[in-house]
């Protein structure tokens, strides 16, 4: 079947967004550029306010401070029927009384679409999520992951410009949520529809989207692809929810004419970087540390402490240690045979200097 859903994609521009209700700050000042066709997320822990701006953009809530444009056009005037913005929420939203078939054409009655075309067009959509052969059943004889490919379908049916998606995925049990995630992305890039993904999970944003914005108490953190976010966090925040991660915080001092970071009386740790300020933190992640290695070459942080806990993960065991006041975690690689440090062994820690950044306090 041809993929006539297909539109042209769209730019959308977010300009110094604001939102409250009543005298709380849920939004504040978010600036937001997303490409024509990008797989964009809005990624933070509950009450960050990513729900509330997909909400925005969509036409639901409180009227916001600022602009949104799609393709250049101030959409804010517009009622949310008139925005050509496709949303699935995270309870699916389907008529329990109405057939798959029926709630997938709800959106186009209401659009006075023609029947014939209706039919043909409610009939790709659901061939496009798979779901062709059970357009005569009702949402209560469907899975979890089939409710949530007729809401899919019911949102591309209409053709919208823009794709937006609540949490879609949190009511779905993990193996399900794996493989929706992936039929999610396919059937993006299938459609070319510029699509915004709103989740708390950062797996699900790092495995689905080309970009995502961080953020946190109503305020964008960082912008910038998974993988850029993760290696260069812009501040603490960002590196702790974007993984596990180990940091340790303290004062810069200088000797020798080198900047030194000293982390309680106990630890003084040469900074082989340019830093700035006063104060500040080194970050780095735990499969970084190398344990008593064997090799030490000029360019990395060795660290000293004592092993407090361990954990066998299967694939690496992670060990707690004590280095001062600060416990840093270090993931080995397991190995048959390798050999494994005890509590209160006595360990040196090895970090690449390559793999330390410094984030001054703010």
């Known amino acids: 079947m041809s993929l006539?859903?297909?539109?042209?994609?769209?730019?959308?521009k977010i300009e110094d967004v604001h939102i409250?209700?009543?005298?709380?700050?849920?939004?504040?000042?978010?600036?937001l550029d997303i490409e024509p066709g990008e797989f964009f997320a809005f990624l933070g822990p509950s009450g960050s306010g990513k729900s509330t701006l997909l909400r925005a953009i969509a036409g639901f809530g409180p009227e916001p401070q600022g602009r949104i444009l799609i393709d250049g056009i101030d959409i804010l005037s517009l009622p949310p029927w008139k925005r050509d913005v496709g949303m699935v929420f995270q309870n699916y939203a389907l008529w329990p009384h109405l057939t798959v078939q029926k709630n997938v054409a709800f959106g186009l009655e209401e659009r006075s679409v023609p029947k014939k075309e209706s039919k043909d067009r409610v009939l790709e959509a659901l061939d496009m999520v798979g779901l062709t052969h059970l357009a005569g059943r009702h949402p209560s004889q469907l899975s979890g992951g089939q409710q949530q490919r007729v809401a899919l379908a019911?949102?591309?049916?209409?053709?919208?410009?823009?794709?937006l998606?609540?949490?879609p995925l949190s009511n779905l049990d993990a193996n399900l949520r794996v493989q929706m995630r992936t039929d999610i992305l396919k059937l993006q890039r299938k459609l070319g529809l510029t699509t915004i993904f709103v989740t708390h999970d950062q797996e699900e944003a790092n495995t689905i989207s080309d970009r995502m914005a961080v953020l946190d108490k109503g305020i964008i953190q960082q912008i910038g692809s998974p993988m850029e976010l993760y290696d260069n966090p812009a501040n603490p925040f960002v590196a702790h929810f974007l993984g596990t991660t180990n940091m340790i915080e303290g004062e810069?001092?200088?000797k020798e004419?080198?900047?030194?970071?000293?982390?309680?009386?106990?630890?003084?740790l040469p900074l082989h970087m340019k830093v700035t300020g006063s104060r500040g933190a080194i970050v780095?992640?735990?499969?970084?540390?190398?344990?008593?290695?064997?090799?030490?070459?000029s360019a990395s942080m060795c660290i000293r402490g004592t092993v407090k806990s361990r954990e066998f993960l299967g694939a690496t065991v992670r060990y707690g240690v004590q280095i001062g006041d600060v416990t840093v975690l270090a993931d080995e690689a397991h190995q048959r045979g390798k050999?494994?440090?005890?509590?209160l062994e006595q360990v040196r820690l090895v970090i690449p200097q390559k793999q330390i950044i410094f984030i001054p306090e703010a």
């Open 4 to 12: 006539a859903i297909k539109v042209k994609p769209v730019r959308l």
């Open 339 to 343: 050999r494994i440090y005890d509590e």
């Open 284 to 297: 780095f992640r735990p499969q970084s540390v190398k344990v008593n290695p064997e090799e030490q070459d």
């Open 154 to 163: 019911r949102t591309i049916v209409i053709r919208p410009r823009l794709l």
């Open 165 to 167: 998606l609540d949490e």
């Open 252 to 254: 810069v001092i200088t």
């Open 20 to 31: 409250s209700f009543g005298k709380t700050k849920v939004l504040q000042g978010i600036d």
């Open 257 to 268: 004419n080198k900047p030194v970071l000293r982390a309680g009386q106990d630890v003084e």
